[in-house]
């Protein structure tokens, strides 16, 4: 069974950083592109960022790109989201996800195989 377990969320002030993790287990996790999607309030789940599974490129959204940086861990079946300059509308929870297949992965598509539960971030003005 493929679970997916997301930590490092908090509540921080605007221009903070935080760093989420998202710890993979029963799967064979190299063979995995992994993404992040963020939900607030309201509003849509949305793709974040990802990182394709053959070659570690990564994706962003135009929302994140230059102040989000997505990495695979080399040890570990983690993948982190570095956030830094973070601002008040980042406020969400957030996801990880595994792709089927590295193309979704590129169009942070919401069509993934698995989801983690989340993990809240809060980023007050």
């Known amino acids: 069974e493929v679970q997916l377990v997301e930590s490092g969320g908090g509540l921080v002030q605007t221009g903070e950083s935080l760093r989420l993790s998202c710890a993979a287990s029963g799967l064979n996790f190299d063979n995995y592109a992994i993404g992040w999607f963020r939900q607030a309030p309201g509003k849509e789940r949305e793709g974040v960022s990802c990182i394709s599974s053959s070659d570690g490129i990564p994706y962003y959204a135009d929302s994140v790109k230059g102040r989000f940086t997505i990495s695979r861990g080399n040890t570990t079946n983690t993948v982190y989201l570095q956030m830094n300059t973070l601002k008040p509308e980042d406020t969400a929870v957030y996801y990880c996800?595994?792709?089927?297949?590295?193309?979704?992965?590129?169009?942070?598509?919401?069509?993934?195989?698995?989801w983690g539960q989340g993990t809240q971030v809060t980023v007050s003005s």
């Open positions: 996800a595994t792709h089927i297949g590295d193309y979704l992965c590129s169009k942070l598509s919401n069509d993934v195989g698995s």
